[in-house]
């Protein structure tokens, strides 16, 4: 079973202003510690492929460990 994901997540949080914001994100999980490196250069290549097929992503993460997959790390980059 592959450890490999694309997710889209959409953040919804609110400015230091008030205003409630929501940005859609698409999310590449790609471990760094895996030992198939042709299965990551794969996933890596078919990033733009799957990315095209959702309208309108406001941002795009790679995520290299389970620890990064936070909301808040999220919107603190969101909201810069």
Avoid at 3 to 25: H, I, M
């Amino acid at each position: 079973m592959s450890l490999y994901r694309w997710a889209v997540y959409e953040v919804e949080f609110t400015e230091d202003d008030g205003r409630k914001v929501s940005k859609l994100c698409f999310v590449m999980f790609c471990p760094d510690d895996t030992l198939n490196k042709q299965e990551n250069f794969i996933v890596a290549c078919n990033k733009d492929q799957m990315k095209q097929k959702v309208s309108e992503v406001n941002y795009t993460f790679q995520i290299n460990k389970w620890d990064d997959l936070e909301e808040a790390a999220f919107i603190s980059k969101i909201s810069k």
